[in-house]
């Protein structure tokens, strides 16, 4: 089993700056990759970033791309995604999640997830 615990969220303003951070314990051996999915209210899950275990390869989704940056410490197993240039659209609870298959975009490919944090952007 893997648990992920997720932190980092909170109210900001447009144009501001978060950073959300996932710290994953348990059996972390084989787990090829980690993602940041977010569902805001009355939408469904979507995928946001994600990136190898070993940090050599990232992926955003085309709404984040140049604002949000993924990154990651393997000693530590966390796993951060720095936000930038924060919209009111970004607001939604962000879930953390680890796979051990190379879907990295494929939200069904991921089995453990942690319990989601939430950001919200005013205007």
């Known amino acids: 089993q893997v648990q992920l615990v997720e932190s980092g969220g909170g109210l900001v303003q447009a144009g501001g700056s978060l950073r959300l951070s996932c710290a994953a314990s348990?059996?972390?051996?084989?787990?090829?990759?980690m993602g940041w999915f977010r569902q805001a209210p009355g939408k469904e899950r979507e995928f946001v970033a994600a990136i190898t275990w070993s940090g050599d390869v990232r992926s955003y989704a085309d709404s984040v791309k140049g604002r949000f940056t993924i990154s990651g410490d393997n000693a530590k197993s966390t796993k951060w995604l720095q936000m930038n240039s924060l919209k009111p659209e970004d607001t939604a609870v962000y879930y953390c999640?680890?796979?051990?298959?190379?879907?990295?975009?494929?939200?069904?490919?991921?089995?453990?997830w942690g319990q989601g944090t939430q950001v919200t952007v005013s205007s």
């Open positions: 348990g059996r972390t051996f084989g787990l090829l990759g």
């Open positions: 999640a680890a796979t051990y298959s190379p879907g990295l975009r494929i939200m069904s490919s991921y089995k453990y």
